[in-house]
Nanobody, 120 residues
Framework: QVQLVESGGGLVHAGGSLRLSCVAS????????LGWYRQAPGKQRKWVAR???????EYEDSVKGRFTMSMERAKNTAFLQMNSLEPEDTAVYSC??????????????WGQGTQVTVSS
């Protein structure tokens, strides 16, 4: 079995920064794709940043230039560095990954989410 666990959320003033982490654990052979998503109160979950294959990352327009996604593959850990946070960034942030296990199964996993609250 594999699982994802996020951490790093919290309460921050507008203009502040947070760094989210997403750690994959279990019998992992590779992480073939990973994305960060967020769901604001009363709204649908939307993707924020996503990485496919190698190191190519794409960002949703509203976070370009403010958020940076990175990955430490040796530690099966992804990060989302969020700078210049705005109240509109308030949401539950979740990571989603396509994980290949050592017995060659591919899992599509979601973490439990971490709350980010930006005060004005």
């Amino acid at each position: 079995q594999v699982q994802l666990v996020e951490s790093g959320g919290g309460l921050v003033h507008a203009g502040g920064s947070l760094r989210l982490s997403c750690v994959a654990s279990g019998s992992i052979s590779s992480i073939d794709g990973l994305g960060w998503y967020r769901q604001a109160p009363g709204k649908q979950r939307k993707w924020v940043a996503r990485m496919k294959g190698g190191s190519s990352v794409e960002y949703e327009d509203s976070v370009k230039g403010r958020f940076t996604m990175s990955m430490e593959r040796a530690k099966n850990t992804a990060f989302l560095q969020m700078n210049s946070l705005e109240p509109e960034d308030t949401a539950v942030y979740s990571c989603n990954a396509q994980i290949r296990s050592t017995d060659n199964w591919t899992y599509n996993k979601w973490g439990q989410g971490t709350q980010v609250t930006v005060s004005s």
